[in-house]
């Protein structure tokens, strides 16, 4: 932001101009309500290790859906012989309320919130320590990934994937070019009426209509999220066909012309549709929100050390390339540095942004999340779905 020095996420290239950035997929305002409801704590949590050091025959995490290669997964108990259960959650609340609810029972071992839940979940005692002489892989990490604002020196988590928003669009159905946010709501009001989906959270929406605007995402204005809330509702909701949590998905439906979407979603809707050539993903001007996603391990985890040696694991140089190539969205390893890597991966455009769109990022703090969780509702329901 402006006038702040600080470090944050990055692609294989420099990040020196980039602010600091996270979002809440899916996070309403019940779900900081919620935290407050947990209860007050010294807020650490001492790391839980098993005394004789022997890793357990089982891990449980609870995450994103489909968020790890299952290959990985089943790869990691031969190696180890320890089972890795996944469970998924569909939002940050989601999460947050089955580890509020269970205080310390839940049996979940690993869990995945995004950055900015962090502290929040530290003050409530929702997440314990790691302990860093098990996870020596900290040093394969690179630098612009570690010891972020929301957790300094890593003491309670590890980055797990970054990526960014924008739009995909069928460029069979619309021909004309597209790069703006302005350019997404006059598609949506004429060629992709009723042909157009949008993420189901509300940040994210109240973000289209702050791009078009050209003001400041993280704006408490009152006035202007008065005019976001009139082009959301009045100008693009009746034009508006579903809220999805998954572009990928609404991509294989056939029905949609006009996505919002995350990259690394779009970029798996692409590769799996029949006609891949057919799709355009947008990396929107004047900005778009960039989150990060972070292994943490829960409190009362019954598979301590199973877990920080999965988290070690996973973000090795070998099961980084995996992984991103699996969900689309670069890990923090330093192994993303070598410019080369790309040639890897399909589509590596859409999973490495330019250093030109990292610069014009903007950095999410989470404020005025009220207003933007009514502008989503209004819009819901003016849009009937």
Known sequence: MPGQSVKMLGTPQSLNNLSRRSMLIGMAVSGVALLASCGQGSGKVAANIAPDGKLEDRVNIYSWGDYDDPELLSDFKKKFGTIVQADAYGSNEEMIAKLAASRGTSGYDLIVPTGLMIPQMVEHRLIQELDHS???????LDGNFTDQYFDPGNRYSVCKAWGTTGFVYDKVRHTGSYTSWSDFLDLAATEASGRTAVLEDAWEVTSIALGHLGENMNTEDAAVLRDARNLIVNDLAPHIRAYVGNAATAMSQGSFSL????????????LDADDPDRWEFVFPTPSA??????????????HPDAAHKFIDWIIAEDQALVECDYIGYPTGSKVFLDTSVEE????????????EVLDRLTASEFKGMEARTNILTD????SGV
């Open 134 to 140: 098990l996870i020596p892989n900290l040093d394969t």
């Open 344 to 355: 890897e991966f399909d589509l590596p455009e859409l999973i490495f942004p330019t250093q």
């Open 259 to 270: 996505m919002q979407a995350f990259n690394g979603d779009a970029r798996q809707g692409i």
């Open 289 to 302: 929100n960039l989150w990060m996603d972070n292994w943490c391990i829960a409190t009362g985890a019954q």
């Open 379 to 382: 819009a819901q329901a003016r």
